[in-house]
């Protein structure tokens, strides 16, 4: 069964750093795309960044610069890495495996739980 968890989100302040993480049971992270992608209160999905199979990170303009997505094989997780949050990053924050490297939410098929992110001003 595929599965994925989402874990790290937390409340901090603006201007700090976190890290996400996305642990895959099921089937090995390094065969697909994953994405993340984040959606705050009352507002759709949107894409945050993501990462293929052979370890290229693609970022939304609006995190270029400040977020980072990595791959551990071994532990079969995908990192997304924070820096300078600023309120504007509050969401709930998801992974999802996809087959290309898209923006869509439409086409990643296997979705976490999520994991919320709060950033206060």
């Known amino acids: 069964q595929v599965q994925f968890v989402e874990s790290g989100g937390d409340v901090v302040q603006s201007g700090g750093s976190l890290r996400l993480s996305c642990t895959a049971s099921?089937?090995?992270?390094?065969?697909?795309?994953i994405g993340w992608f984040r959606q705050a209160q009352g507002e759709e999905r949107e894409p945050v960044g993501c990462?293929?199979?052979?370890?290229?990170?693609s970022y939304a303009n609006s995190v270029k610069g400040r977020f980072s997505i990595s791959r551990d094989n071994v532990k079969n997780t995908v990192s997304l890495e924070m820096n300078s949050l600023k309120p504007e990053d509050t969401a709930d924050y998801y992974c999802?495996?996809?087959?290309?490297?898209?923006?869509?939410?439409?086409?990643?098929?296997?979705w976490g739980q999520g994991t919320q992110v709060t950033v206060s001003s």
């Open positions: 999802a495996s996809g087959s290309y490297m898209r923006r869509s939410p439409a086409d990643y098929n296997y």
């Open positions: 099921g089937f090995a992270l390094d065969s697909v795309t």
């Open positions: 990462i293929s199979s052979d370890g290229r990170p």
